[in-house]
């Protein structure tokens, strides 16, 4: 079930003006293992060699992980590093490949310029929202010929079930870009 996260920017639960906690949505453990779940299930039904899976809050945080007999702690670190700059660029790993073209073509020289060695443009990263909400993400690494990271990622989003979407780019809304009416 979805939580809540105090002290952290979010709606206001005591009323405009008051000396008040702020909170915001995030996923809850039980959505997590479902897709942990999923993404292992899958891959064994598949006859895969492994595959691992991380699911972090929208801080990049982890909720919950696993990573199959076998495979190398890196695709642990792969699959965190792709959830983790999922959530925080609010949108999927592709997007981010996207907004890092971008920049390039106006003199940047990339994810090294930004500060953070956890960001990756790897793809296999979703973005999890719900409503208007990020509330986390959803990083795997693994995927091979057979079944990529890409096709993985979207088995464990699936688990997430009704209400929940994910977006290459932020909304128009997000970015001032809404389509006047």
């Known amino acids: 079930m979805m939580g809540l996260t105090s002290g952290q920017t979010g709606g206001d639960l005591h009323g405009e003006g008051a000396n ?3 909170y915001q949505k995030t996923l809850g453990l039980d959505e997590a293992q479902r897709v942990v779940d999923a993404v292992i299930s899958h891959a064994k039904k598949s006859n895969h060699v492994g595959i691992a899976v991380v699911i972090v ?3 990049g945080e982890i909720i919950a992980s696993a990573r199959m007999d076998g495979r190398s702690q890196r695709f642990g670190k792969a699959a965190h590093r792709k959830a ?3 959530a925080l660029f609010e949108r999927d790993t592709p997007g981010i490949i996207k907004f890092w073209n971008q920049q390039e073509k106006e003199g940047h020289r990339g994810p090294h310029d930004w500060n953070d060695p956890m960001a990756t443009t790897l793809p296999g990263g979703l973005v999890v ?3 208007d909400d990020v509330v986390g993400a959803i990083g795997v ?5 057979q079944i990529g990271d890409p096709e993985f990622a979207e088995i464990a989003f699936a688990a997430l079930g009704e209400g929940f ?3 290459v780019d932020w ?3 997000q970015t001032g870009l809404a389509a006047a009416s």
């Open 84 to 86: 983790y700059s999922a």
């Open 20 to 22: 008040v906690m702020k």
């Open 171 to 173: 909304p128009a809304a």
């Open 165 to 167: 979407h994910h977006y």
């Open 141 to 145: 690494a693994g995927g091979n010929a």
């Open 129 to 131: 929202a719900h409503g």
């Open 57 to 59: 809050d929208k801080a």
